[in-house]
């Protein structure tokens, strides 16, 4: 399949007001898409668009009621004229805990947000890329294949997304049209940060090997699903050396649950969860 030439095309990028969101709109519009910047909240989303400029179009939804996403698709056709390019990235996490202590909303939160919102905006979006040959982007994450413990909703969902994204890819080639699937670690974003100022996270993170624990920037990650989008890319994965274990996780991932599970480290950090859920 020919690569995407994404300028004068029109992308919809949901959890757009920040982070990994903002970055990709910002790496689209830089190569000559025009942008809807879609979030929650309105006075965000308006400046995250401004710092942009032209071609940059904002839209408050909420991605988990899918008639907003309904209205904020169709107001994006009225608007531009077209849609080519979603980009399903709005995501939470719920709080790091085992899952006897974590808050039934909050987990079910997640999976609301991180996999129902994706599917909304997957699926009201879908008619308009098939028309344009476009591409549908899913974002998914290393939680994806490593082991979800302390934040099974995100690593469930995440996992979800990633079947999501590789089933459209096949349901998608016979239209001309495509789509994939973005895998992070860590990047630096205000969720990774507020996350790893737990002390439950503080315990555990020294548990990754150090090359899987480097982060790197949101502007990093915006230019690597923006280059991925133009190719037509099937996965894009950052840092890429998380690429071995996704590659690997059928004969990585048993011997390293096992491990995880009689880990010291990781069992005092799930008891003190537990305890902490208790208070």
């Not at 459209?168 to 080639?173: D, F, G, I, P």
């Not at 991925?228 to 996965?235: P, S, T």
């Not at 048993?254 to 969860?273: C, F, H, I, N």
Request: hydrophobic share 50%.
């Amino acid at each position: 399949m020919a690569e995407l030439d994404v300028n004068g095309r029109v992308a919809f990028v949901t959890g757009a007001a920040r982070g990994i969101g903002l970055e990709t709109a910002r790496a689209l519009h830089a190569r000559g898409a025009t942008v809807a910047l879609v979030d929650l909240d309105k006075k965000q989303t308006e400046a995250a668009a401004a710092s942009i400029g032209a071609r940059a179009f904002s839209i408050a939804a909420d991605v988990t009621d899918e008639a907003a996403v309904k209205l904020a698709v169709e107001a994006t056709v009225t608007e531009f004229g077209r849609l080519d390019i979603v980009v399903a990235n709005a995501g939470i996490a719920q709080p790091i805990r085992p899952l006897i202590s974590v808050d039934p909303k909050a987990f079910d939160r997640v999976l609301d947000v991180n996999l129902h919102g994706v599917v909304y905006t997957v699926r009201q979006a879908l008619p308009h890329v098939i028309e344009q040959r476009g591409h549908v982007l899913v974002i998914a994450s290393v939680y994806a294949f490593v082991n979800g413990a302390l934040q099974s909703s995100y690593a469930m969902s995440k996992a979800a997304v990633e079947q999501f994204g590789r089933a459209l890819r096949v349901e998608l080639a016979h239209h001309g049209a495509s789509a994939g699937v973005g895998y992070f670690g860590f990047v630096d974003t205000a969720m990774v940060r507020g996350a790893f100022e737990d002390p439950i996270a503080a315990q555990v993170e020294g548990v990754a090997p150090r090359p899987l624990r480097k982060r790197i920037s949101a502007t990093e990650a915006g230019e690597a699903l923006a280059a991925g989008i133009e190719r037509r890319a099937a996965r894009t994965i950052r840092p890429r050396r998380w690429a071995l274990h996704s590659w690997l996780r059928g004969l990585i991932n048993p011997a390293l649950d096992e491990a995880l599970s009689r880990k010291g480290t990781v069992s005092a950090a799930v008891a003190e969860g537990e305890q902490l859920g208790r208070q």
